[in-house]
């Protein structure tokens, strides 16, 4: 739309503002700002200008037209040090690529920005560079080392949207860059890194198809993956670079059988239609030479109850001559259930394999699945019948005749309703000529009838079309007495004697050309069928014809007439002798023939099926081998268990790593190593991320994740058939869990962190050997892990060294995180499992981090009065400290006395009484307190928000104490560190409800500020946020367990003592609580 | 897979275009306005549609066409579904998909759009990762800025989640309510077609369970019904554990937050289904002078219950000109351009049956009508589901509070058809 004027000034223009964009990114763009700023200056695509001058209207702001250029303005904007500006002018541009308009000018103004803090810019950013790198290659490549930084990003959405946006920018020279890190984000931690790196192959297949060989490698690894999230996406990119490897599937086969259930839904069509095509060339076709046995079955088709356990039922399966390779039915049994997905695709998909793949009596389950999704959208509708009439038309031909069609217990589903498209009717006609059988043809008939007074022309030519062909076809194998049915339905009138009233020749002057011409061709057919019936019909139809306007009409008329009745003295007329060949014989449907029978060279569910026409990359269903393939090819002996090499770890991470017991990982907030080796078994079922699931619901989630285990073991066992992975192996401890259900919820909080630990690697165990030393290996991991962090800069592309290693120097300066597991890039995932309890996203912005109380209460509070108890003290103190536990825990420190005279023995937490939500994570329990002594044990208490009081029993020296612990407010938050923008950012995102605040004044007057901060501390576990106004403390903080954002802000007046104080935090309570609080303690200053 | 999507409104106007990879002129789009042309109306365009080098996909949308251009050989169900995902995810967002919704949130479309394909693959469709993605409009927001005067700055969420995508795709991690409850709707449609007598030629019932959980944390919810053997065609959400449904009948999910449906099932034409409603027409068209027309609505096998929201749609044969009627209940309307007749009876009372009676004028001249006109019949019974489906208990598992439950029942008219 825009012709490419160049205007040399422009260019000028534009190569300053690149000049200025290297400077911003200079540390980073060493590898490439030489050569781009050298090379790239000759073959610089002059920039688009002008055109542009149909602006929309419906842009959100008027342009304003400035006679310099069309987009002066916004390339201002995007200059201008404000993000606000900044983004506001990314938006307008991205209107203009969203509405077709050409703002290729503006790329030199916009690719600087893609080094933006600011994310929002930065995504918009993104878009526009996809979209616009291929024209403007050399500019583009300024952007690259940006992407490559952010491939290191410790967010794994991060590094994804890198890799995402990189391997997109269609320009060849990056091709070495994009292999790189296609290949280390396939070993990256993070599944949906690695989805993101299968998804990169194709792209870069696309690019540059040299690099074949290297990809395939890739690929291969990618399909060794066992996450659900990253098969899917590698099937994928192997189905696009090299569908003729079917060897690289030999050893997944079994692997992508079990995970297909949990597969994502567009994963599981592309899954399943490569396996359909793995299925056609590694097995023997499951119908050969079984046609006269499965005849013999014939109740089968009856009973559809029975048909189904039949399936399943190994007796049956015996009966068969021959049996299924294991692995054939393994396929089967797996995609069966996706039947019932609520995506058609999938439906279809599964439908399609049974069809081409399962034997004939067991395609049968598709029928009803398939007769469901016409209830669906009208073009699901109108796709899903195309294969339907196809299936019907394909079984009529092969099949014996007697066989009932698997879609004629649902003939009545095709019935025509006159608000269907036009295209809907005449597939549904199809599907109804192709179900008519000797039994139903009456129904079908009679329905046909209604259709003919339909006001749709071309569907009622269609209709007496299918009537003819129902017919016909019918009786090239069924005896006359369906020509009486026939006519007797075509006919309206029941009694013979009125004929002429037949319905036929009476709509038959009112008819369209089309129409009559088959009424013409009906009525010979019936004729020469059964004369004696139908005489009387065919000679009136003639008679009507013979005096039509249409021409066409009376010369077809007056030709089948001479042939059919030849006149008085012509009866030897060779051509009338063979009238019966002509109208019928000549093939089995006469004259109309389904149009879905060349369609069986294509297979179903397909593009090429549904326009009966080759697609480009089509690929043609092999035909099964006579010979099955080797089937030991499939064997796995070692499950092949992805092993990340390159773990993103931050180093900040690793050395800050809590010092405990190994169960600390199997428990809490999984940490990254173990979320890859459990990514299996949390695939394997939708729930089962038991292992690492919060103690609040751990038991729960297990049992039902070991109810599917339970369910896979069983079939397992059916199969007797040596899996890949062990990972059924968990199924005997699940069933035991299962029996004790009970007692493991009410054990949930107390169980300590050793037995949880074993119940949840057995739960998600790899192998026997795998599973013992599941802990073991962690920490082998992890140190392999921080070895590799403090050598990561040598693995990185060439020029982009040095700015990682800043970039890793930069995390090691940020402050030790308080909750290493909350942060750790590699963990979450989509699929990896990770803990209910898991804290959700940290608040927004990047710079906002967990920190460290500044004030820390010495106070204790006296939980149990010696004279109670016979001598023990016991007295609670909040330590402000994250609790290793979890991080929605709150740290109470229980400090025991011995005030009496003997021993205390075995101190320890007894029955909790918590509300719903809250949680308890007890101390180590205590086996002697001496006399006179004092140890320390340290509680953790989610007290989920809430001031509601944690009780439980504390049990010392045999006797049972009621202990109940309430939290101030203040102690139930976390300090985090923000910077001001963010806190503003924050908090006028929590205005209107989420927002408190009152006025207060302090006892003295004038108040110091640091004694106002103080006392905040004091009250709040907060953290104050520098501000540039001396009249304004801020204080940034979350809740321990909603992980809520808490804002204080307080208001020094300039003059008086009246501070006005405000709270903005999403939980009503929590603000009006803790405003009350700093009000009265601000007052007592 | 998916090379481009061009959103058509119904003027023809292509008002959003995205590309996935290169660049496909829009020119492409003039192939589908060919076969728009062919076509009767905008429902009988093909969904597939054959050019030379592309391959066109389209849906047709609240009357927007989603256009979406393949080059090479694809489940075309897949790309279907895909495009009606993405209206839904739009209707999710923004709460409909018109043209003039598109253009107001085009940035949240087209990142939408960036998220739902990489390269042409789906990556994330589900609406609850798109949703920690990218954040979805907020009326409080928007009004808060619009007072504010903060202009669109925050409307578009200015950052990324830290990383913590949630661990079961179709929840949001950390879902956090003060009120824990969890609503059921169970809709039962009945499609029928009723023939000229009143005989029932064929009726079936699609089901829905809807639900609308708002609960804290990770539930797992387990679902029972009263007569669960009434399932024997049903489709689920990938949320829903197929193993324990087949061995136990038990539904056991950890649901997705907020709306969603849970399951549907189908009832087919081989079982019998009571039809709430009967029909008494009589409407005759002579050779001359027009036609006459008198139709009687009334209960039948209710259960019970009352039969409300009935509306009668008649679309009338082309030479009709006008109808001149009168009715003792409710109102009727016809429209002289689409031919449509149109009667709103509402509620039904048994003692005294609705009904429309008068003359209808045809066009002087014209051939009486072929046959008479099809009655669209819509009705809707409340406080029970047709099938007689209930559901027995709701238990909740993993979290410990006591959530309100709560489930509705509707029986509706789905595609049901009286012949005359």
Sequence with gaps: ?1085 | MIHSLFIINSSGDVFMEKHWKSVIPRSICDYFFDAQRKANNNEDIPPVITTPHHYLLSILRSNLFFVAVCMTEVPPLFVIEFLHRVVDTFEDYFGECTESIIKEHYVVVYELLDEMLDNGFPLATESNILKELIKPPNILRTIANTVTGKSKEYSVSATLPTGQLSNVPWRRSGVKYTNNEAYFDVTEEVDAIIDKAGGTVTAEIQGYIDCCVKLSGMPDLTLTFMNSRLFDDISFHPCVRLKRWESERVLSFIPPDGNSRLLSYHIGPQSVVAIPVYIRHNISFRDVGGGRLDITVGPKQTMGRVVEGVVLEIPMPKCVLNCNLTVTQGKYTFDPVSKLLNWNIGRIDPTKLPNMRGNISVQSGSPPPESNPIINVQFVVTQRALSGLKVNRLDIYGEKYNPFKGVKYVTKAGRFQVRT
């Design chain 1, 1 to 1085: 739309m825009c012709a490419a004027t160049s205007r040399p000034v422009i260019v000028e223009g534009a190569w300053r503002l690149i000049k200025r964009q290297e400077q911003d990114v200079s540390a980073a763009t060493s590898f490439f700002a030489s050569s781009s700023s050298s090379s790239s200056a000759a073959a610089a695509p002059y920039p688009d200008v002008g055109c542009m001058v149909d602006e929309d209207a419906a842009m959100p702001l008027p342009v304003s037209d400035l006679a310099a250029g069309r987009h002066e303005d916004l390339k201002q904007m995007l200059d201008s040090n404000k993000d606000g500006l900044k983004l506001e002018a990314m938006k307008r541009i991205i209107g203009m690529v969203a509405k077709g308009r050409d703002a290729s000018e503006l790329f030199p103004a916009v690719v600087k920005n893609v080094v933006s803090a600011n994310l929002e810019v930065k995504k918009l950013v993104y878009v526009y560079l996809v979209r616009y790198a291929e024209e403007q290659q050399d500019l583009a490549l300024l952007s690259i080392s940006t992407f490559q930084r952010a491939l290191k990003d410790p967010n794994q959405l991060i590094r994804a949207c890198a890799l995402r946006v990189l391997s997109s920018i269609r320009v060849p020279v990056i091709v070495p860059i994009m292999m790189l890190s296609i290949k280390d984000a396939v070993s990256d931690m993070s599944p949906y890194v690695r989805k993101t790196a299968a998804h990169a192959i194709p792209k870069l297949y696309n690019l540059d198809p040299e690099q074949k060989e290297e990809l395939i490698q890739v690929i291969e690894k990618l399909l060794s993956d066992e996450t659900t999230l990253v098969v899917g996406s590698a099937v994928m990119a192997f189905e696009e670079v090299c569908p003729e490897r079917i060897d690289l599937i030999h050893k997944n086969y079994r692997k992508l059988c079990n995970l297909l259930v949990d597969v994502e839904e567009l994963g599981q069509v592309i899954i399943i239609n490569m396996l359909t095509r793995y299925a056609r060339t590694q097995f023997v076709d499951p119908n050969a030479g079984q046609i006269e046995v499965e005849d013999k079955e014939q109740p089968f088709y009856e009973d559809e109850e029975e048909e189904e356990d039949a399936e399943a039922d190994p007796e049956k399966l015996q009966q068969r001559p021959k049996m299924m390779d294991h692995d054939h039915r393994l396929l089967l049994r797996n995609a069966k259930p996706l039947l019932q997905s609520r995506n058609a695709a999938v439906v279809l998909s599964v439908a399609q394999l049974y069809q081409h793949v399962a034997p004939r009596p067991e395609v049968s389950l598709v029928a009803r699945a398939l007769v469901r999704l016409l209830r669906s959208h009208r073009e699901v509708q109108a796709v899903v019948l195309t294969n339907i009439a196809s299936m019907s038309t394909r079984r009529k031909a092969k099949a014996n005749r007697e066989e009932k069609d698997i879609f004629e217990p649902y003939l009545k589903s095709f019935f025509v309703r006159s608000s269907d498209p036009t295209h809907i009717k005449s597939l549904k006609l199809e599907v109804l000529t192709n179900l008519a059988t000797d039994t139903n043809i009456a129904v079908i008939l009679r329905e046909f009838q209604t259709y003919i007074g339909s006001s749709d022309k071309e569907f009622v030519a269609a209709t007496i079309q299918a009537i003819g062909r129902s017919c016909s076809s019918l009786l090239f194998i069924i005896s006359t007495r369906w020509v009486t049915v026939m006519g007797q339905a075509v006919i309206n009138g029941k009694n013979k004697k009125i004929e002429k009233e037949s319905l036929l020749p009476l709509v038959f002057p009112s008819q369209d050309d089309i129409v009559k011409l088959q009424i013409l061709t009906l009525a010979t057919k019936l004729y020469l069928t059964n004369p004696k019936q139908t005489r009387l019909l065919c000679q009136y139809v003639y008679n009507l014809a013979k005096y039509d306007t249409n021409y066409d009409i009376r010369d077809r008329a007056r030709l089948t007439r001479a042939l059919v009745f030849p006149p008085q003295g012509h009866e030897d007329n060779k051509l009338a002798k063979h009238a019966k060949k002509i109208f019928l014989a000549t093939k089995p449907p006469p004259v109309q023939q389904s149009s879905f029978k060349d369609r069986d060279q294509f297979q179903l569910s397909t593009l090429s099926h549904l326009i009966n026409a080759r697609a480009t990359g089509y690929q043609d269903l092999p035909d099964f081998p006579a010979e099955a393939a080797d089937p030991s090819v499939r064997c796995v002996e070692v499950p092949a268990i992805f092993a990340p090499e390159n773990h993103h770890r931050p180093a900040y991470q690793s050395r800050s790593k809590p010092k405990k017991p190994e169960s600390f990982y199997s428990d809490e907030s999984s940490p990254g190593d173990e979320s890859d080796e459990e990514s299996e078994s949390d695939s394997e079922s939708d729930s089962s991320d038991s292992s690492s699931s919060g103690s609040s619901d751990e038991d729960d989630e297990d049992e039902s994740g070991s109810d599917d285990e339970e369910d896979d073991e069983e079939d397992e066992e059916e199969e007797e058939q040596q899996q890949p992975k062990g990972k059924k192996k968990g199924g005997s401890t699940s069933v035991k869990k299962h029996s004790g259900k009970c007692e493991a919820t009410q054990a949930s909080g107390t169980e300590d962190s050793d037995t949880s630990s074993t119940s949840s690697s057995d739960s998600s165990s790899e192998d026997d050997s795998e599973s013992s030393s599941n802990s073991s290996e962690e920490e082998i991991t992890k140190k392999k892990s921080k070895a590799e962090t403090a050598k990561g800069g040598d693995r990185q592309v060439g020029g982009s060294k040095r700015s990682n290693l800043d970039l890793l120097l930069d995390l090691e300066d940020s402050p030790p995180a308080m909750d290493t597991p909350l942060l750790t890039p590699s963990l979450g995932g989509l699929l990896t499992p990770s803990p209910s309890s898991q804290p959700p996203a940290l608040p927004p912005g990047a710079s906002i981090q967990p920190a460290s109380a500044k004030f820390i209460p010495v106070t204790k509070q006296e939980l149990l009065n010696r004279i109670n108890s016979g001598g023990l003290t016991v007295a609670c103190r909040f330590t402000r400290s994250p609790h290793l536990y979890s991080p929605r825990m709150t740290s109470v420190e229980l400090s025991f006395t011995n005030s009496g005279a003997e021993e205390i023995k075995d101190i320890s937490v007894g029955a909790k009484k918590l509300a719903p939500g809250m949680a308890l994570h007890e101390f180590a329990g205590i086996t002697v307190l001496a006399p006179g002594a004092t140890l320390c044990g340290t509680l953790g208490i989610d007290f989920n928000d809430t001031t509601q009081p944690a009780a439980f029993d504390l049990v010392a020296g045999g006797r049972t104490f009621n202990l109940s612990i309430t939290a101030p407010v203040g102690e139930l938050l976390m300090p985090l560190a923000m910077t001001e923008a963010d806190f503003n950012l924050n908090q006028s995102k929590l205005k209107g409800m989420n927002e408190l605040s009152g006025l207060v004044s302090a006892s003295t007057s004038q108040p110091a500020t640091s004694v106002i901060v103080d006392k905040i501390y004091e009250i709040a576990n907060l953290l104050q946020v520098q501000t540039s106004s001396s009249t304004s403390l801020k204080f940034g903080g979350q809740t321990a367990s909603g992980k809520a954002l808490v804002l204080v802000s307080v208001l020094l007046s300039e003059s008086g003592q009246e501070s006005s104080v405000t709270v903005n935090c999403e939980k009503l309570v929590i603000s009006s609580m803790l405003l009350k609080e700093i009000q009265s303690a601000v007052k007592k200053i």
